[in-house]
């Protein structure tokens, strides 16, 4: 398997602009994680799908961001209006997850992320 | 107070000495515990996860956990200058959302040859 994929690698935008951030995940993984990581903040997860379905979307900042999930393969993060405050470095992870608080189930594989610069 | 809360550092280690990261955390129904480390302009990678109290070895590195004291630590033997990042606790909850997991900030480690 090639792992969590995401696109684009690097994204710069001027403010206001929408930005659409796009992830694969592994195959037969049922968890999808979106998260944010700055110096001042860290790692910070902004929303969680299951099978699909989000299931946690309470680290989501405001309005302006949105994320979708309409197939097991794919996932987006959307920005609109975007603005300076969230430029970041976005990782996507996946899980196999599931009922079972067994660790290895919880592993969560990060794809490479998206160094986001909004001007 | 932060759910996982570790030193951000910079931790200065002799290269072959041992380093030793800690980190604490809030949720006492805490059921899993992870170290990740994450090269600078890398993704976190997983190194190790423990859920039983005591000691879980693999290689040069120990993961301890302290249930009672809240309290989980990672230690790395014989340290190498590749051994250079920032290392990521992580917690799972244990409750209803039984696959999300938490993160410190990280600890910044450096090995000095």
């Known amino acids: 398997d090639a792992g969590v994929i995401q696109s684009p690698r690097h994204e710069v935008t001027e403010m206001g602009q929408e930005v659409t951030l796009r992830c694969k995940p592994i195959s037969g993984h049922d968890y999808l994680f979106w998260y944010r990581q700055t110096m001042m903040r860290g790692l910070e997860l902004l929303i969680y799908?299951?099978?699909?379905?989000?299931?946690?979307d309470s680290g989501m900042p405001e309005d302006r961001f949105s994320a979708k999930m309409p197939n097991a393969s794919f996932s987006t993060l959307k920005i609109q209006p975007s603005e300076p405050r969230d430029s970041a470095v976005y990782f996507c992870a996946s899980s196999l997850g599931g009922a079972s608080l067994e660790p290895n189930y919880n592993e969560q594989f990060f794809g490479p992320g998206t160094r986001l610069t909004v001007l | 107070q932060k759910e996982v809360e570790q030193n951000s550092g910079p931790l200065s280690v002799p290269e072959g000495a041992i380093a030793s990261l800690n980190c604490t955390y809030s949720?006492?129904?805490?059921?899993?515990f992870f170290w990740y480390r994450q090269y600078s302009g890398k993704s976190p990678e997983l190194i190790m996860f423990i859920y039983s109290n005591g000691d879980k070895e693999d290689g040069r590195f120990t993961a301890q956990l302290n249930k009672a004291s809240q309290y989980v630590s990672l230690l790395i033997r014989d340290s190498q200058p590749s051994d250079s990042a920032t290392y990521l606790c992580?917690?799972?909850?244990?409750?209803?959302?039984?696959?999300?997991?938490?993160f410190g900030s990280g600890t910044r480690l450096s090995i000095r040859p």
């Open positions: 799908f299951n099978n699909n379905v989000p299931i946690d």
């Open positions: 992580a917690v799972n909850p244990g409750y209803s959302s039984a696959s999300k997991i938490i």
């Open positions: 949720d006492r129904g805490s059921q899993s």
